[in-house]
């Protein structure tokens, strides 16, 4: 393990958890990002400032540590952009075939204890083992 780093995930871990239970708290909202990003490009009245203001604080959130230590970045992907760009689009297929993402069902959906947020989370974590698993060992890391 290259990029082992056990604090800065654990504090993560922990602002994503306090984020999500704050915006629970406080607006009864859940903070899946599927979810929320779908409800900006089909907006409804009266709810597309809140899901605007959380996506944009993951992207001022991003910039600033892109912009504060670089260093974090430095980690490549050793994948084509076609393949990236693959991944994106299956991702967001298995979003909407799933009703939500991992930080939906596996975040909040697990927090509030709900048999289908466990059955697709274990579904999320089975498909990106053996996809990793595949890729990297079956097909030599080519792709």
């Known amino acids: ?26 607006d009864g909202k859940i903070a899946g990002i599927s979810g929320i990003v779908a409800g900006m490009l089909s907006p409804q009245k009266n709810d597309t400032g809140w899901r605007v203001v959380f996506v944009g604080g993951l992207l001022t959130g991003g910039f600033l540590l892109k912009l504060f230590a ?29 009703n939500g993402c991992t930080s939906g069902h596996g975040v909040c ?11 697709a989370t274990a579904a999320f974590m089975a498909t990106g083992v053996a996809t990793v698993y595949v890729i990297n060992h079956l097909l030599g890391g080519a792709l």
Do not use: N
């Open 1 to 26: 393990m290259e990029h082992f780093t056990p604090i800065a995930s654990l504090i993560g871990g922990m602002l994503i958890g306090l984020s999500a239970s704050l915006l629970l708290l406080f």
């Open 70 to 98: 670089p260093q974090t970045f430095a980690i490549g992907i050793p994948r084509s952009a076609a393949a990236l760009i693959l991944a994106g689009l299956l991702v967001g297929f298995g979003t909407r075939l799933g």
């Open 109 to 119: 959906g697990l927090s509030r204890g709900s048999k289908r947020s466990l059955i």
